[in-house]
């Protein structure tokens, strides 16, 4: 019933930037939480960034100052702006979102198939 995208990764320099997006198409009303996730090889999938439109926004330790995320709500979008990326910053990041359908206001939970950043001189 709804479908999570992303797009955006790459192998970028350390130091550098990318942004990722995710796109979510399907019966959709309104987003109750987006998040990215990443998973590095060999570690489990950890919390990156997650907010709840018109409430909290949290970060992990780890990308505090360096990583935003942002959502365009009438487009169904979320973002992950990744600034000062650091070799250990590499991992496959997944969108993840909680949203209200719009067919019966009931709560659809589900995953991105996750896309590919590197870090790497």
């Known amino acids: 019933q709804v479908q999570l995208v992303e797009s955006g990764g790459g192998l970028v320099q350390p130091g550098g930037s990318l942004r990722l997006s995710c796109a979510a198409s399907?019966?959709?009303?309104?987003?109750?939480?987006m998040a990215w996730y990443r998973q590095a090889p060999g570690k489990q999938r950890e919390l990156v960034a997650r907010?709840?439109?018109?409430?909290?926004?949290n970060y992990a330790d780890s990308v505090k100052g360096r990583f935003t995320i942002s959502s365009d709500n009438a487009n169904n979008m979320v973002y992950l702006q990744m600034n000062s990326l650091k070799a250990e910053d590499t991992a496959v990041y997944y969108c993840?979102?909680?949203?209200?359908?719009?067919?019966?206001?009931?709560?659809?939970?589900?995953w991105g198939q996750g896309t590919q950043v590197t870090v790497s001189s």
């Open positions: 907010m709840k439109p018109g409430d909290s926004t």
């Open positions: 399907g019966r959709i009303f309104r987003f109750n939480e």
């Open positions: 993840n979102a909680e949203v209200l359908l719009s067919i019966d206001l009931s709560t659809w939970h589900g």
